[in-house]
């Protein structure tokens, strides 16, 4: 990564003067990105039917790319949640919803969520809502050890992006979350009942054994590229976390969001997410824009935490917040407190 500018953060006025350009949604671009996006996964989902009659290998084949148009329509979705796909607030809640019954999420509560982590990234005293747990050097250390044990658990590469998926849209997303109100809690209701009709009904026509063997492979490999895109753009090295008082929202977004930069396929793919660092900037600019943004800004281009995916791979290695140096770092080693020896840590 990088070595940062040695010079103070532009203002949040400066950097919308450079955003507001990006910020107003296009019909044309949305409903292109629709039609390129739902077509092809609807397409392919017709092909996985007609598959099982001959090989479930090819099924399975199919599957991978199934799912990857499944990300882009979760990016479509999420981009309704803030508002900024379509020019209209009813047409991004409307279409919103019947995307989150596709991808398995409930949009209102998802996107409350979401915000939350939008207005918290970052905040170390504000952790909990929309993000992924991560526990400092000093919390893990004095934690008991059952909560370690379950910390180093959760941040296991198997657990997060192994079973990660099934519990996420399979559990998680089937339930209210506390204290969010009722009308979160009815867009998980609607959002049940609108993918029992739809399996219910695809069970009629295919099967239910056959109608699971299509939906479970492309919800997994979907789930697992979706959460590993969650993790790496907040979870880095040189990551940025700030108690309350001090906390930043231009530093959260240009130091704590990751800009990602992959191949041009896999960019694709994904809506453009990995330019985060624009997306915490200004949730107000559609993915179709993101990209435009970041190329024609030097001022932002200057600040971005750019990541590859050599560099992706090895963050899994970091495990907690190391406040004093102000980095992600591994486990530290924990050793048993004495009345003569004080509980320490190390690499």
């Not at 900024?84 to 209102?108: D, H, I, M, Q, Y």
């Not at 993000?131 to 400092?136: A, N, Q, S």
């Not at 219910?200 to 590993?228: D, E, H, R």
Request: hydrophobic share 45%; charged share 15%; with cysteine.
């Amino acid at each position: 990564m990088k070595p940062m500018p040695q010079e103070p953060l532009p203002s949040m006025k400066e950097l919308n003067l450079i955003l507001a350009p990006y910020q107003k949604a296009s019909m044309r671009q949305s409903l292109a990105q629709l039609l390129n996006t739902l077509i092809p996964y609807l397409l392919l989902w017709v092909l996985m039917i007609y598959s099982l009659q001959f090989s479930y290998v090819v099924t399975l084949g199919l599957s991978v790319l199934t799912a990857l148009f499944m990300i882009r329509l979760f990016i479509i979705f999420h981009d309704c949640g803030h508002n900024s796909f379509f020019p209209a607030t009813r047409t991004n809640k409307l279409v919103g919803f019947w995307l989150g019954v596709l991808v398995l999420t409930p949009s209102e509560q998802w996107w409350r969520s979401h915000s939350i982590h939008h207005a918290t990234s970052g905040n170390l005293d504000k952790r909990g809502t929309g993000d992924v747990k991560t526990l400092t050097m000093e919390e893990y250390i004095h934690a008991k050890w059952f909560k370690r044990l379950g910390y180093k658990f959760f941040r296991h590469p198997l657990v997060m992006f192994g079973l990660g998926p099934i519990f996420m849209f399979l559990i998680a997303h089937r339930l209210p979350l506390p204290n969010f109100g009722k009308k979160f809690t009815m867009s998980v209701v609607w959002t049940n009942l609108a993918l029992l009709g739809i399996a219910t009904g695809l069970s009629l026509l295919i099967g239910f054994k056959q109608y699971l063997m299509i939906q479970l492979p492309v919800l997994y490999i979907a789930g697992v590229v979706g959460i590993w895109l969650f993790y790496i753009q907040h979870q880095f090295e040189e990551d940025y976390w700030e108690r309350d008082e001090e906390w930043n929202y231009v530093a959260s977004a240009l130091l704590g969001a990751s800009f990602y930069k992959l191949p041009k396929v896999l960019q694709w793919f994904s809506g453009n997410i990995g330019y985060h660092h624009i997306h915490h900037l200004s949730p107000r600019v559609p993915n179709y824009f993101l990209e435009q943004a970041h190329e024609n800004s030097p001022l932002i281009q200057k600040w971005a935490r750019q990541i590859n995916l050599g560099e992706g791979y090895r963050s899994l290695k970091l495990k907690v917040w190391d406040e004093p140096i102000r980095r992600m770092r591994g486990f530290p080693a924990v050793k048993p407190v004495t009345e003569e020896q004080p509980q320490q840590s190390g690499d």
